[in-house]
Structures are given as structure tokens and as C-alpha cells.
């Protein structure tokens, strides 16, 4: 029988579960959970996507995933495919790392959200000498929240946790958090939690949450960028030997893979003289250039995501 289609829709925010096949670990040591987190790190940085918690266990893992409109099977299944590759050279094997595809659920409630924040911050309370002390977990977003340890991957936004509480300074967040983590401990399933969570969602609150758009038409991108930077958009596109088209070349290029959704076979379609390995290289280009505050690019992505939404 064809599995189920996953749920998906524009404004959702996901509990995503990555579990490993049966007859291994996901992570056999410390180095393979922080390639993992790289890996989270580089993909919501490049695809406009936000981590809002995490726990590494060693056969399987949690993500409070909010894709900001981004597709989450194509942003799970580059990490994924990412670390895959990473561990099966480490290790010198062949095959499948994860069972089956990832678990997915939407969130659509403030309580459900609550729920799953508290459900994955309690993770670690199963392994010896964290029961109670689940904050000093290293490979839990818990110990972030808290303030008890840095972000060292600059990983986590904790903005939409903390508008749901209503409470926007650091140091009471993190008592009141703390409390809350520690009373849904052993609520148990997440039906009996989310009946008791009613009095942790405060008063109206705004999270400064932007979902992006992400369905943008390939044509009318690179026809506005065209026309904003006043370069001729089919000889640009076409010509890719000209070294003052490279940079062009490469923020159509990301812009269609982070605002249209398109793969890099779709981005060659609409690009011309672009094979796939040549596309991957120029998002990683374009992407550079807005992750070095490029000011002409970085206005121009901002400018693209409120002028065409």
C-alpha cells in the first residue's frame, strides 16, 4: 500500500523525530551529534528556517522545527542525506542510517508548541545521572534556554517560546521556563499535558514570527532582479562565462532554491548553460553573499520577500 501523504501546509511548525535503524546508533560519539547540529546550523541559516529546540539522544533525535514556509521534507531530507553521507564514510559502511522516513508533526496550537518544547527538553531524563537534571544534557537546547550554557552554534531563536510565555526578560524567562519544564515531567502523554497548559498561555502576545513565502514564480524573480540591479536578464543568465555575471548568475540561482522551492534541476531549467553541480555551486555563492551582509543583495532579498509576497 503507498504510505500516507505528510501533512503539510505554509504556516505550520513541526515536532520532527528522526529515529536510526534498528541494528545501529545514529550517534556512536560526541563528534557525530555536533556534525549533526552543523549540519541543522548551516540548512536554517541557508533556507531562511528556525530551530526553536533540539535534543540528540543516541538512537534517535527531536527538532522544534519551524520551516518559515520552506518545504520541510526538503529541508530535512538535506541534512539527512547530509549526515548519511558523513557517517557511512566514518564508519566505512553502506545502507540506510535512518529507519524510514522522519516523523512529523504539525503544531497547531500555542499549547501544542508548549507541549512539544516541554516533551524535548525532558528527553535526557531517561539516561543515568540526568533524571531531574535534564538542563545539563550538552546536546539539549535545555541548558540554552536556561542561560546555564552558550549557543555555541548560534542555533537556537528562543523568540517564539518566550512570546507565548509573555515574558521578554532572560533571567525571569528562564525561571518561569524552568518550572514549567520541570512540572510537565511526568504529566505523561501529551492529551493529559496539554490540558494543564492553559495557564502557562498568558495574555496576547506577538512572537515576531514571519512565515516567507515560498511559491514565488521562477520567472517574475529573475525578472525583478533583473530590473533592480539593470542587468539584461536573458543575455545574463545565458552568458555564464562573464565573470560580472557570476554574482547575478548565483543569487538567482539561491533565490530560487530558498523563495520558488525548486530543486537544482528546476533551477537549471530556468536558468540555461547551468548543470547541476555548477547550480549547487552557485547557491552556495549566492548564498555567501548575503550571509557576508553583501548591502546591495541583502536589500534586494529583503525586497523581494515583502515587495512580491
Known amino acids: 500500500m503507498p504510505r500516507k501523504a505528510r501533512q503539510k501546509y505554509p504556516e505550520a511548525i513541526f515536532h520532527i523525530i528522526c529515529r536510526s535503524v534498528s541494528e545501529i546508533l545514529l550517534f556512536r560519539d560526541d563528534s557525530d551529534k555536533d556534525y549533526y547540529l552543523s549540519l541543522l546550523k548551516k540548512y536554517s541559516d541557508k533556507l531562511k528556517c528556525c530551530i526553536y529546540a533540539y535534543c540528540l539522544m543516541d538512537n534517535h533525535l527531536h527538532i522544534h522545527l519551524d520551516p518559515k514556509g520552506f518545504d520541510v521534507s526538503k529541508f530535512m531530507q538535506c541534512i539527512n542525506i547530509s549526515y548519511v553521507r558523513y557517517y557511512n564514510m566514518k564508519y566505512q559502511r553502506h545502507g540506510p542510517v535512518f529507519q524510514g522516513r522522519f516523523e512529523s508533526r504539525i503544531l497547531d496550537t500555542d499549547e501544542y508548541n508548549l507541549a512539544v518544547s516541554a516533551y524535548i527538553h525532558n528527553n535526557p531524563h531517561s539516561i543515568e545521572g540526568y533524571c531531574g537534571k535534564e538542563e545539563n544534557y550538552k546536546y539539549s537546547s535545555y541548558g540554552i534556554y536556561l542561560g546555564i550554557r552558550k549557543d555555541f552554534h548560534k542555533l537556537i531563536d528562543m523568540s517564539f517560546v518566550m512570546g507565548l510565555f509573555s515574558i521578554y526578560n532572560r533571567e525571569d524567562f528562564a525561571k518561569k521556563y524552568f518550572s514549567f519544564v520541570s512540572h510537565q515531567r511526568d504529566v505523561g502523554s501529551f492529551k493529559e499535558l496539554k ?30 532582479i533583473s530590473s533592480r540591479l539593470m542587468v539584461s536578464e536573458r543575455s545574463s543568465i545565458a552568458l555564464k562565462a562573464k565573470r560580472r555575471f557570476l554574482e547575478f548568475r548565483a543569487f538567482c540561482a539561491y533565490t530560487l532554491r530558498v523563495l520558488c522551492g525548486l530543486g537544482y534541476k528546476e533551477i537549471c531549467d530556468n536558468m540555461y548553460n547551468t548543470t547541476i553541480s555548477n547550480c549547487s555551486r552557485l547557491c552556495n555563492k549566492g548564498y555567501e553573499l548575503l550571509a557576508n551582509k553583501t548591502p546591495v543583495y541583502s536589500k534586494l532579498f529583503d525586497e523581494l520577500i515583502t515587495c512580491m509576497a
Not at 494543564?196 to 516567507?212: A, M
Open 195 to 224: 490540558k494543564k497548559l492553559s495557564s502557562y498561555v498568558e495574555n496576547e502576545y506577538v512572537s515576531g514570527r514571519r512565515v516567507i513565502l515560498r511559491s514565488l514564480s521562477p520567472s517574475k524573480v529573475i525578472s525583478f
